[in-house]
């Protein structure tokens, strides 16, 4: 830590549309460690902190603080060396065994008592300053392993990022394990690039329009807009709490075994009319998830879509390329990483907020209909339709009307409070969790928390040697019920816990 505080130097970090936009909000993971020989010390707790503060050298973004002014558009980080807003780094020993984790399949009730359990929203340290990382490690019984709580502010990165500071962190750990002291001698991490101008200089010099369901929901001022963006990240959040705290959420894991996915793609090129149709994984399972969710939101049967209607004061404008109003639509956000789509290949190691909420808007009558291998791919190929769209032209239009106003980035939210049947699914499958390795081995588990906002899905890998996916669901306690009623969705997954 003395080193740290030592070499860092003051700067400021630009943050962009793509930062402040979840600027509300945190990322927390929980890593699962075993250790297979107890006799042995398992990640030494004064080399993992040690490594973790050299890590921090190079992402000290982490140390710095929040600031946004002008209603939000103009948002920094800054980094004073002569005052560190030093993040929260705490080792904990539990009197909780591992094996009793990994019997209860590492359910949130089974987590050591001595770790957080955090919500979603961003919040002050004890020094009344806004931490955005917070590190946990509980040590568990009779050296069987760790849980490591990553809890790291959404404004500074987005999982993306967050892995790969964890990624440089285990190399550091790994070398001075094996006693390599001057750990730097190994680190590859000096290509990373953490200033937003690689995203910015990235950018094409022609904009392409955006689909109309992503412009009308990022494009339109309201009062509750520009009200939320008038205030701080930390109240901000505590309001979106207090409002979600009125739609108690309830969530779980869920397995989509391998075999199953198999049989659903055959199944879909089978029924599909389009046979040049070309749908990835991630396509079919988000698809199936926005069926579900939103068929489990109606609490009506696919066939009884009369009354899914929301409120007709919610209206699209008259000028609107969707059928006739949003009645005969849902809106789903996707969140898809620009990293790869900007022609860059140096932007793969940028580790900024690189994800854009592009919104789907499903015709009632596909994402309705009964759960049958034609509707499926259907839906299927809106989401990979939608998804073709966003080349670099796109993500500059995204960008520009996302830094063109100091209520930009609140302008969705604002929208989807309207929104009863709102739903965001995230794909985290090719993020290389389980390659986040201390010197010990990998984690056997990764997972969010149990309480994050309601409305969101994150489509997780699974861990080394196994196919499968796992999907992580939040919903409101009445759409949860329905959705582990839903037929389809019971036939075709497994649920962990």
Request: net charge negative.
């Amino acid at each position: 830590m003395e080193k740290f505080k030592l070499t860092v130097e003051s700067q400021t970090f630009a943050l962009g549309c793509l930062d402040t936009h979840p600027s509300y909000c945190t990322t927390p993971l929980y890593f699962f460690y075993k250790n297979g020989n107890t006799e042995c010390q398992f990640m030494p707790p004064d080399l993992l902190k040690d490594s973790f503060f050299e890590a921090l050298r190079m992402f000290p973004i982490l140390a710095g603080c929040l600031h946004m002014k002008n209603g939000g558009i103009d948002a920094s980080v800054n980094v004073d060396r002569n005052n560190i807003n030093m993040l929260v780094y705490c080792e904990y020993d539990s009197d909780t065994h591992f094996d009793n984790i990994e019997a209860a399949n590492f359910s949130w009730d089974a987590l050591p008592k001595e770790i957080s359990k955090p919500g979603f929203v961003l919040r002050k340290g004890k020094d009344n300053i806004i931490k955005l990382a917070e590190i946990e490690i509980a040590r568990l019984q009779d050296n069987s392993g760790l849980v490591i709580l990553v809890n790291i502010a959404h404004v500074v990165m987005d999982v993306n990022g967050i892995v790969k500071f964890l990624h440089h962190w285990a190399q550091l750990c790994r070398q001075m394990i094996l006693g390599n002291i001057d750990a730097e001698s190994a680190d590859q991490s000096s290509a990373l690039l953490h200033s937003r101008e690689h995203l910015y200089n990235s950018l094409p010099e022609q904009s392409q329009p955006l689909d109309y369901a992503t412009n009308i929901t990022h494009n339109k001022k309201s009062i509750i807009s520009t009200s939320f963006a008038r205030l701080s990240p930390e109240t901000r959040g505590k309001v979106i709490g207090i409002m979600t705290s009125f739609f108690p959420a309830d969530s779980h894991m869920f397995r989509l075994p391998f075999q199953n996915l198999v049989a659903i793609k055959e199944a879909i090129s089978s029924a599909s009319a389009e046979k040049s149709c070309h749908v990835s994984d991630n396509d079919i399972i988000t698809a199936l998830l926005c069926m579900v969710v939103i068929q489990s939101n109606s609490g009506h049967s696919p066939t009884q879509t009369r009354d899914l209607e929301p409120s007709s004061r919610f209206k699209w404008p008259s000028n609107t390329k969707l059928e006739d109003s949003i009645d005969n639509h849902r809106l789903v956000t996707i969140a898809v990483d620009c990293r790869y789509r900007l022609g860059n290949p140096n932007m793969s190691t940028y580790t900024g907020n690189g994800i854009l909420s592009h919104v789907l808007a499903f015709p009632l009558r596909d994402i309705c209909a009964k759960i049958e291998p034609a509707s499926l791919a259907s839906c299927a190929m809106q989401v990979r339709q939608g998804v073709d769209r966003i080349s670099p032209q796109y993500i500059r239009e995204f960008i520009q009307l996302g830094d063109s106003a100091p209520d930009s980035f609140q302008r969705l939210m604002a929208y989807m409070i309207h929104v009863p049947t709102r739903f965001c699914v995230s794909s985290q499958a090719r993020i290389d969790y389980y390659g986040v390795d201390f010197g010990n081995g990998p984690p056997v588990w990764v997972s969010p928390p149990k309480t994050y906002v309601p409305g969101y899905s994150s489509i997780l890998p699974a861990p080394a040697s196994c196919k499968d996916f796992y999907i992580y669901l939040s919903v409101k306690n009445n759409v949860m019920t329905r959705v582990l009623s839903h037929p389809f969705w019971n036939d075709m997954t497994e649920l962990v816990y």
